[in-house]
């Protein structure tokens, strides 16, 4: 945040600490223990020391030749912030903090920032102070769009062993970076680790399907069963890589961790177990793909069979009644709100996106600025129609204050009944067009059979593949942290898949 272009221009030579300035001013600008952003380099290089105007020493050598503007980020004296950070662990207060240092919108973890590892290693060298580690996983369903879910899941806290606080005092980095990886697989444990977009709605999918019909799982459970899954399927892949098959439509670009030993020592797939997986993920996607162009959810296709014209009648009739109650109060409060919110939120996106290399398609800034947004137009809408009742009404003061004060209560009805609106159009239309298409009646018509046919494979190949998978088919409780270190070695963030999971996201929208 604390960033600023520098005058100039940077050049730079691959294998030399040293870097050249054109038309700079250095002495002004840099200090040493700053870093420089240069235009073309794939990371900060630290300054050691300003030797002129035109002419810095650097702390590490450049990793390729080039020259270009640069941005100056200063030394930030922090001193006094991990002062009270260690005050307020040492009285027992808790400290909440984001490891990865930024919001995004990936389906795994960014690399963690050396900040809760140094925290937590500090406070044990300096005060005695052994700091617990709780990872707390956020899983945001719809999370920028109002009426969206999350899912917040508190994992096992972390004991950093004594050996890393041992390791600490004489080899600072190892231990940083070996409690980071602690804390990263922590971290992994309360989510839902995948490789992209794409299989992340496969596993959900997956889910829904493995579920008996009428049984409704709580969000720990259903958090649960999408983790064995995302975990085996990741196992399976591995086995694959083993059976020498080609997988390349399944394997993630970025070299598979080899730290898993449950999965090392299983023997590799046989081509009719890795055929039938293939196949399964095959119909998974033309299943998935048939309900996206029908506009159906999956939970709607057992009632298909079961759909007839007074079904119709009835959500139409049901959605009358819910706009005729929401109309009024969504047009005066709630719809202009989201407007004017969406409108600028969708602008704030645009430039998240551009400004930064790791966010996919923005998402994760989309409800931060809509709430922003909205915060600041409901008083003034507020306030604009309390004008209008003084301005406009021969009211007694009592009568235009307690309107005033009811107006929340309508925009709330308001909102409540948009809502179940919007469920009730959803239900309709695929009625309609049954009714009205014959084509699309005969496609509706066979995805009851599709479906049972999908969750027998499903069921088919848990019970071939899930005794490969141990603990994550046996026992009833897992111990989520040990399987999350075949993860992340080689971080998804890095690798260069960001333009094509990029392009997916913005084709589903």
Same mark, same amino acid.
């Given at each position: 945040?604390?960033?600023?272009?520098?005058?100039?221009?940077i050049?730079?030579?691959?294998?030399?600490?040293n870097?050249?300035?054109?038309?700079?001013?250095?002495g002004?600008?840099?200090t040493?223990?700053?870093?420089?952003?240069?235009?073309g380099?794939?990371?900060?290089?630290k300054?050691?020391?300003?030797?002129?105007?035109?002419?810095?020493q650097?702390?590490? =050598?450049?990793?390729?030749?080039?020259?270009?503007?640069?941005?100056?980020?200063?030394?930030?004296?922090?001193?006094?912030?991990?002062?009270?950070?260690?005050q307020?662990?040492?009285?027992?207060?808790?400290?909440?903090?984001?490891?990865?240092?930024?919001?995004?919108?990936?389906?795994d973890?960014?690399?963690?920032?050396?900040?809760?590892?140094?925290?937590?290693?500090?406070?044990h060298?300096?005060?005695?102070?052994n =700091?617990?580690?709780?990872?707390?996983?956020l899983?945001?369903?719809?999370g920028?769009?109002?009426?969206?879910r999350?899912?917040?899941?508190?994992?096992?806290?972390?004991?950093?062993?004594?050996?890393?606080?041992?390791?600490?005092?004489?080899?600072r980095?190892?231990?940083?970076?070996?409690?980071?990886?602690?804390?990263a697989?922590?971290?992994?444990?309360?989510?839902i680790?995948?490789?992209?977009?794409?299989?992340?709605?496969?596993?959900?999918?997956?889910?829904?399907?493995w579920?008996?019909?009428?049984?409704?799982?709580?969000?720990?459970?259903?958090?649960?069963?999408?983790?064995?899954?995302?975990?085996?399927?990741?196992?399976?892949?591995?086995?694959?890589?083993?059976?020498?098959?080609?997988a390349?439509?399944?394997?993630?670009?970025?070299?598979l961790?080899?730290?898993?030993?449950?999965?090392?020592?299983?023997?590799p797939?046989?081509?009719?177990?890795?055929?039938?997986?293939?196949?399964?993920?095959?119909?998974?996607e033309?299943?998935?793909?048939?309900?996206?162009?029908?506009g159906?959810?999956?939970?709607?296709?057992?009632?298909? =069979?079961?759909?007839?014209?007074?079904?119709?009648?009835?959500?139409?009739?049901?959605?009358?009644?819910?706009?005729?109650?929401?109309?009024?109060?969504?047009?005066?409060?709630?719809?202009?709100?989201?407007?004017?919110?969406?409108?600028?939120?969708?602008?704030?996106?645009?430039?998240?996106?551009?400004?930064?290399?790791?966010?996919?398609?923005?998402?994760?800034?989309?409800?931060?600025?809509?709430?922003?947004?909205?915060?600041?137009?409901?008083?003034?809408?507020?306030?604009?129609?309390?004008?209008m009742?003084?301005?406009?009404?021969?009211?007694?003061?009592?009568?235009?204050?307690?309107?005033?004060?009811?107006?929340?209560?309508?925009?709330?009805?308001?909102?409540?009944?948009?809502?179940?609106?919007?469920?009730a159009?959803?239900?309709?239309?695929?009625l309609?067009?049954?009714? =009205?298409?014959?084509?699309?009646?005969?496609?509706?018509?066979?995805?009851?059979?599709?479906?049972?046919?999908?969750?027998?494979?499903?069921?088919?190949?848990?019970?071939?593949?899930?005794?490969?998978?141990?603990?994550?088919?046996?026992?009833?409780?897992v111990?989520?942290?040990?399987?999350?270190?075949s993860f992340?070695?080689?971080?998804?963030?890095?690798?260069?898949k960001?333009?094509?999971?990029?392009?997916?996201?913005?084709?589903?929208?």
């Open positions: 945040d604390m960033a600023c272009k520098g005058q100039g221009t050049t730079l030579e691959e294998g030399s600490a870097a050249r300035g054109v038309d700079t001013h250095f002004t600008e840099v040493p223990g700053s870093q420089v952003d240069v235009k380099h794939p990371k900060l290089l300054v050691k020391e300003v030797l002129s105007a035109t002419e810095l650097l702390e590490s =050598v450049a990793s390729s030749s080039l020259s270009g503007s640069f941005k100056v980020h200063p030394k930030v004296d922090q001193s006094t912030m991990y002062k009270q950070v260690y307020s662990l040492c009285s027992g207060q808790c400290l909440g903090i984001f490891p990865e240092g930024g919001s995004h919108d990936r389906t973890l960014l690399p963690l920032k050396a900040g809760v590892a140094v925290i937590a290693l500090e406070a060298s300096l005060h005695h102070l =700091v617990p580690i709780v990872p707390v996983g899983n945001y369903f719809r920028h769009q109002f009426g969206g999350v899912v917040v899941e508190f994992g096992a806290p972390i004991m950093i062993p004594e050996e890393i606080h041992a390791s600490y005092e004489t080899n980095r190892e231990a940083t970076e070996e409690l980071l990886n602690l804390v697989a922590a971290m992994r444990s309360v989510i680790p995948t490789e992209d977009y794409k299989t992340l709605q496969q596993i959900f999918m997956v889910r829904r399907l579920v008996k019909e009428g049984l409704k799982l709580s969000p720990s459970k259903a958090m649960d069963l999408n983790r064995r899954f995302a975990v085996g399927v990741h196992r399976i892949l591995r086995l694959a890589e083993r059976a020498g098959a080609d390349s439509m399944l394997t993630p670009t970025h070299e961790e080899q730290t898993d030993q449950a999965g090392e020592n299983q023997e797939l046989k081509e009719e177990e890795l055929r039938e997986f293939q196949e399964m993920r095959t119909e998974l033309e299943y998935m793909r048939t309900l996206k162009k029908l159906i959810r999956d939970h709607q296709v057992p009632q298909l =069979v079961w759909w007839t014209v007074g079904d119709l009648i009835g959500r139409f009739l049901y959605l009358l009644v819910t706009l005729a109650l929401g109309v009024i109060p969504n047009v005066m409060f709630n719809l202009p709100i989201m407007i004017v919110s969406s409108r600028f939120a969708v602008k704030e996106q645009q430039k998240s996106l551009k400004s930064s290399s790791v966010k996919l398609a923005a998402r994760d800034v989309v409800m931060s600025y809509k709430v922003i947004y909205v915060l600041t137009c409901i008083p003034i809408l507020y306030v604009f129609y309390g004008l009742l003084w301005c406009f009404t021969d009211w007694t003061h009592t009568s235009r204050v307690l309107s005033l004060l009811s107006l929340p209560m309508f925009a709330f009805f308001g909102m409540k009944a948009s809502e179940q609106g919007v469920r159009y959803k239900d309709i239309m695929p309609f067009r049954r009714l =009205v298409n014959d084509e699309k009646r005969r496609e509706q018509d066979a995805l009851p059979a599709q479906r049972a046919r999908l969750r027998r494979q499903l069921h088919k190949l848990v019970n071939t593949l899930g005794p490969r998978l141990g603990d994550l088919y046996y026992d009833n409780k111990e989520w942290t040990k399987h999350m270190t992340g070695k080689e971080d998804g963030s890095r690798s260069p960001r333009e094509n999971q990029s392009r997916e996201l913005k084709a589903r929208n």
